[in-house]
């Protein structure tokens, strides 16, 4: 167990997660990237080892708890706090400058840098540099937040608690992408003694992963599940799409496994323009035939001429 890694976000689930939430997320990542299906891929054996590891704590109840409880008490240790235990935090004391960097948690950083280090330079010489500059402002720090994946695509609010107590409330635009940074004027660490403003915080944006959905730039992705009569005979489908809306979907006669179907309109939206939905189709073969159900099968298939 390893409490620096966020085993919700590795699943791409949140903390709230259910157990049978926990299963399907697992069962859907570890087929993605079992050995069997990666033909070798070293980074997909790593994934899937990251993947199994953190299933074998959230599926596990005293894991879990003790998991929780290590990252609950690291979070309370800390000045700012994101609600949902999806980002990271930072703490600030205006009267001892070494303290603010000594404290930073996992992925606060200073905007533009890989890592928690200062590069080439040491802290005195960092602290000495920043004493010696002309603005007086305080710092900029950065963190990343995980936000739901329709909040992602449909846009909406989220608020951040800062150390004072004070809530702010962030915008999140439709349609934003991963990795995309939100700037938060004055809510960065304080301004040194007798200095001005304070520091911006920078949020990078982390989008969960969704268990029916795919995005691919603003188009989104889904399986649907058809069994073979439908195939065979054709049906009409009710089609969930991330926008809440549900439309029909007309499937001809005789349509085939991985046939795509394309509704227009029903993806991200944002200002690039709107992408669209498409479905792939997927064949349910019925596993527990009975030997008569088998027969009568196989009967059929012979004079439709699939079998001789």
Known sequence: MNPRVNYYELLGIPDTATQDDVKRAYRLLAK????????????????????????????????????????????????????????NSYQVNSENMQDIFSNLFNGFTEPGQDDQSFGDIGFDEFLRNSRNASAKRGTDMESTITIPFEMAVNGGETIIKTGGGKKVKIKIPSGIEDGKKIRIRGHGSPPPAGGGAAGDLYLSIKIAKHLEFERRGNDIYSNIYINIAEAVLGTELSVKTITGK??????????????????????????SGQGDHFVRIEIDVPPNLSIAQKRDFRNWAKKVGLVK
């Open 32 to 87: 993605q990237y079992h050995p069997d299906s990666s033909g070798g891929d070293k980074t997909a054996e790593e994934k899937f080892k990251q993947v199994s590891e953190a299933y074998q704590v959230l599926s596990d109840s005293k894991k879990r708890s003790k998991y929780d409880l290590i990252r609950q008490n690291a979070a309370r240790r800390q000045q700012v706090n994101f609600p949902g235990g999806h980002a």
């Open 246 to 271: 549900r439309v029909k979907l007309q499937i001809p006669p005789g349509t085939s496994s991985a046939k795509i179907f394309r509704i227009p309109g029903l993806g991200v939206k944002n200002e």
